[in-house]
């Protein structure tokens, strides 16, 4: 089972869908719109790998200079968060409930990245 998923953030995700499966053949896993049809996230898979891709609008805020992040999904969000604060991670995004049912949390490591962790394994 899969338990770590990169997030690419697109200015136009449905052309970044297009393209990925036009350029490198990945197929579409599903997508989820906003109620005026945009596209709120995207999952697109490539033999076993899977990627995610775009925002939810009404998700806590991510920093504006992020292209990209990864994704691992954790059987306890709330425990792990704590280990990574108690190691110094700059959480910012604390633990919250999405309303797909998953529970998550973003943290910077040390050179900067973002990691966003849950409890969601599309």
């Known amino acids: 089972m899969r338990t ?23 197929r579409v896993h599903a997508v989820h719109e906003t109620p005026d049809g945009a596209v709120a996230h ?6 076993t790998g899977m990627i995610m891709l775009g925002a939810r609008a009404d998700a806590p805020p991510r920093p ?5 992040s990864v994704y691992v999904a954790v059987p306890d969000v709330d425990a792990h968060c704590a280990q990574a604060r108690a190691a110094g991670a700059e959480i910012i995004r604390e633990p919250f409930d999405t309303d797909y049912g998953s529970r998550d949390y973003s943290a910077r490591d040390l050179a900067g990245n973002v990691w966003s962790f849950g409890t969601y394994r599309p």
């Open 4 to 26: 770590i998923y990169p997030i690419f953030r697109y200015s136009d995700p449905r052309a970044a869908i297009d393209w990925l499966g036009a350029a490198f053949g990945f």
């Open 42 to 47: 995207a999952e697109l898979v490539l033999d």
């Open 64 to 68: 504006a200079d992020d292209e990209w």
